[in-house]
């Protein structure tokens, strides 16, 4: 059913009279045969409509169907263009059931028709933002003074720019557009209220030492993200990154803190050159122990060949000493046969021989002293001529031989 059937159902109903009246049934009958048109009876009955009446029910349609036509034809709130990057919101604004939901997201791009003067389409932008504290003074919504923290210990820092990358949630337009209005409003409320609160607590709850350690703004950023979608994703927002910032302080603070950090690099320095120097140590260790593995391997080797060439000569000193002792052991035996056989020899030579100077001497024995005289004859006269002497003279002082002593001492 179209829409002008549903008004000309409105003001065109039919009216119809009332059955069962107080009149009698025949004068009812005699009415009705006195209404019916051309005299026929059998006519149903038709109450006359005043002239307004008719031409309420001609004018209304007429009256509506300009208006549509006028509207989709010489205006464009029927249609409107979602384009990349936005998502749409089509609210019904009749109340009927027939026109859509109270409000629904629209996400496909394209031409969307709505319904004029029943639908309302309201358009947001989904594409990431980008909310920047940086500065002495607010420029726009989205351009703030920078952010000034106030440390745990009490000292005060702050950074000199700050950005938080954040879009609006798709599924969520309706409740940005409840919570902010239509249009841009929520660039300039969501983030303007929380940003700064979450960042200070997060921030501040280390001291300026601490904060300086880039680690720490780390680790703070990511909490600081964690803690606004925390706050913001009920509101139809996300925030999806949070670039770590690098704080700032007084010149004399940026100075310690430099000249610690330069300290701290100058550590970092040493203590990866005292690894590398173990590091070298190890492996020099490493390698030196391998070059006298091989060289304890190349002595041992060497050591086993010279043990194997010593027991090669030991056995072949052997087999020559065993050689040499059979040989001397031959020659012994036979140098010992020889002259035991030479023994026995010269003992019967010289048993023969004795005997015959038993039988000389038995027979110079005999011949009694001529051979004695015949024997000084031949050997010790001849000597004689070899002998000097002088005239004996007696001594004086005789010497009493009694009182000599002998030569061996008696």
Do not use: C
């Amino acid at each position: 059913m179209s829409i002008i059937d549903k008004i000309r159902g409105v003001f065109g109903r039919k009216q119809t009279p009332a059955v069962g009246d107080a009149r009698g049934e025949s004068d009812a009958r005699g009415e009705s045969d006195a209404n019916a048109p051309d005299g026929d009876p059998g006519a149903p009955f038709k109450r006359k409509l005043p002239p307004w009446r008719k031409a309420l029910r001609f004018v209304l349609p007429v009256w509506a169907l300009l208006i549509i036509l006028g509207t989709f034809v010489f205006g464009g709130a029927f249609a409107s263009e979602i384009m990349p990057g936005e998502v749409g919101v089509i609210y019904n604004m009749s109340g009927i059931g027939v026109f859509g939901d109270e409000a629904s997201v629209v996400k496909d791009q394209g031409i969307q028709m709505v319904w004029p003067y029943f639908q309302r389409l309201e358009k947001l932008d989904i594409r990431p933002q980008i909310f920047v504290m940086e500065g002495d003074k607010n420029i726009s919504d989205d351009h703030v003074q920078r952010l000034l923290v106030r440390a745990s210990d009490g000292s005060n820092f702050y950074f000199p720019r700050v950005e938080i990358h954040y879009q609006i949630i798709a599924s969520s337009a309706v409740t940005v557009i409840r919570q902010n209005g239509p249009g841009d409003g929520w660039k300039k409320h969501a983030l303007l209220v929380h940003a700064r609160e979450i960042l200070r607590n997060e921030f501040g709850r280390y001291s300026f030492l601490e904060i300086a350690d880039p680690r720490t703004y780390g680790e703070a950023t990511a909490r600081a993200k964690h803690a606004l979608n925390e706050r913001l994703n009920p509101l139809g927002l996300e925030v999806t990154n949070i670039p770590p910032p690098k704080p700032a302080f007084d010149d004399a603070v940026e100075k310690a803190i430099e000249d610690r950090q330069n300290a701290e690099q100058e550590v970092e320095v040493q203590f990866e050159k005292r690894n590398k120097l173990e590091q070298e140590k190890g492996r020099r260790v490493q390698q030196i122990e391998q070059e006298k593995n091989a060289q304890f391997q190349g002595l041992v080797a060497e050591l086993e060949a010279k043990k194997q060439q010593a027991v090669n000569h030991l056995i072949a000193v052997r087999r020559e000493a065993d050689k040499y002792f059979i040989q001397r052991q031959t020659e012994g035996t036979a140098y010992r046969d020889e002259k035991t056989t030479r023994a026995e020899a010269n003992k019967v030579a010289y048993q023969k021989e004795a005997e015959g100077m038993v039988a000389q001497i038995k027979a110079v024995g005999e011949s009694g002293p001529d051979v004695l005289n015949r024997e000084i004859a031949e050997h010790v006269f001849p000597q004689l001529s070899k002998i000097k002497a002088v005239p004996y003279a007696k001594s004086s002082t005789p010497i009493d031989i009694r009182h000599l002593e002998s030569g061996d001492g008696r």
